[in-house]
Nanobody, 125 residues
Framework: QVQLVESGGGLVQTGGSLRLSCAAS????????MGWFRQAPGKEREFVAA????????HYADSVKGRFTISRDNAKNTVYLQMNSLKPEDTAVYYC??????????????????WGQGTQVTVSS
């Protein structure tokens, strides 16, 4: 069992930046593919970014490519999401997720077994 705790959300103006963190429990963090998803009010949860075990490979949704950066520190059991040039449409609850049995579908929320409680990001116009 893995417990994930997100932090770093908040209120920011358009064009601003935030860095989200997700701390994981356990000793096998480096065996998990990690992802970030988000859910805006009235919308389905959507993929944001994913990072492979060693951090050498990353993937992004087209809507955030070039603005967001996912990274991980396996020594600290933590994954990060640096968000720059934020837009009002980035407003959502952001969730991190862990996948211990990666099968290739990093963009699919059903791929992930463990989820954090979410952190709210609000971008004002």
């Amino acid at each position: 069992q893995v417990q994930l705790v997100e932090s770093g959300g908040g209120l920011v103006q358009t064009g601003g930046s935030l860095r989200l963190s997700c701390a994981a429990s356990g000793r096998t963090f480096n065996r998990y593919v990690m992802g970030w998803f988000r859910q805006a009010p009235g919308k389905e949860r959507e993929f944001v970014a994913a990072i492979m075990w060693s951090g050498g490979s990353t993937h992004y949704a087209d809507s955030v490519k070039g603005r967001f950066t996912i990274s991980r520190d396996n020594a600290k059991n933590t994954v990060y999401l640096q968000m720059n040039s934020l837009k009002p449409e980035d407003t959502a609850v952001y969730y991190c997720a862990a996948d211990p049995h990666y099968s290739g579908s990093y963009y699919y929320d059903g791929e992930y077994d463990f989820w954090g409680q979410g952190t709210q990001v609000t971008v004002s116009s």
